[in-house]
């Protein structure tokens, strides 16, 4: 089946205060604040557990994780990485800077809510949190300290570190979780993790400034949402390639599944 026919795009402008704020739009969600929970410098992205428990948050310049109670909203678990040089990128004026490896992105639970991945800007690469924190014999790791609130324990440990493309960002599982995908923004690929071994398996070229990323329902197709162009690019899982590019607006950015499985829903940054 053409994937240009299976699936029926809908380009979503992100655009929150004419919509709450349009008295015509009878069936808007109108949000209030109830409480402000302090997380650390620059929160870069939140990711919640299967269970909906615990809350993870990035923060990118801190260089460390915080995991929430999303009951009591109190930080029960931070993760500092133990910073080392890097190079990253000024994206104001387009070139490469000193910086640190350690600074965290995007981050995910995995379906059994047992690790959590994260993207690592300036590493090149993901590390993986075991929230038992269970030894285990890995290649490459990362130097973190974890406290845990809960315990009063702090304790400095080696976790998990996955060497996937340049400056990678957005994760996202397959549906049967076997899989995590990782899109590589400077590098322009997919990388594909597996998440039982922990070892990457393939990357998947032919991206231009890949920003955003969703798996289809049924795992067969990933849908890139490439920035500094005005398309998506529809990957076969099958046989790893790009089986279609489908025209959306400037600036594609974020997307996310619809309900219906033949639906996605893009921001465009420049349109």
Known sequence: MNPSRFLKFLVLFLAALLFIGNSKVESAILLERSRTVQTGWSPKSVAMNPDGNYAAVANLEGGDIRIFDTRTKKVI??????????????????????????????CIFSPDGRYLFASLHNAGGIIVYDLKEEDRVFPSTKKVVVKNYISGIRQAREIP????????????????????????????????????????????????????????????????????????SVLN?????????????????????????ETVFVSLTSD
């Open 237 to 261: 899982l099958r046989d790893r390639s790009i089986t279609d590019t489908i025209l959306v607006g400037k600036g594609p950015r974020h997307i996310i599944p619809g309900i219906e499985s």
């Open 77 to 106: 678990r931070r993760i500092q990485f133990i910073r080392t040089p890097g190079t990253g990128y000024d994206y104001q004026n387009e070139r490469p800077i000193p910086s640190f490896q350690e600074k965290p992105v995007e």
């Open 161 to 232: 570190f996955i060497k996937t493309g340049t400056t990678p960002k957005v994760l996202t599982f397959s549906p049967d979780g076997k899989y995590l995908y990782v899109l590589n923004w400077h590098s322009g690929n997919v990388s594909a993790i597996d998440a039982g071994s922990l070892g990457k398996t393939y990357d998947i070229p032919g991206m231009k400034t890949p920003r955003g990323m969703c798996c289809s329902c049924e795992g067969k197709y990933l849908i890139i949402a490439n920035e500094d162009a005005d398309f998506l």
